[in-house]
Nanobody, 121 residues
């Protein structure tokens, strides 16, 4: 399976960031996978943001829950992250990935290449 992130590279503070992950080689509605969003701020480790399951159920990081709705477009085999009210602290590389779980250790087996997002006016 292959994953590819797409979205704007530059977002202004207070705007909403929308990122889409397009999946090929496998269906996001089949098998027992969790389609996840992870980010890495500069100089920091990976941060799990949330996931949407094969069933459509969603799971979120408690620290980001109110800001990060995740949805999916099954006809196009895509899932989308929307991060509202962004600040410069949301700058980083954003990844989509396929995981076997929505709790640690997640067990990722496929990753997108990542997309750089910078929040700046």
């Amino acid at each position: 399976v292959q994953l590819q992130e797409s979205g704007p590279g530059l977002v202004k503070p207070a705007q909403t960031l929308s990122l889409t992950c397009t999946v090929s080689g496998g269906s996001i509605t089949r098998d027992f996978y969790y389609w996840s969003w992870i980010r890495q701020p500069p100089g920091k480790g990976l941060e799990w943001m949330g996931a949407i399951a094969y069933s459509g159920a969603t799971y979120y990081s408690p620290s980001l829950k109110s800001r990060t709705p995740i949805s999916r477009d099954t006809s196009n085999n895509q899932f989308t992250l929307q991060l509202s009210s962004v600040t410069p602290e949301d700058t980083g590389v954003y990844y989509c990935a396929r995981a076997a779980s929505y709790v640690p250790p997640y067990e990722y087996d496929s990753w997108g290449q990542g997309t750089q997002v910078t929040v700046s006016s």
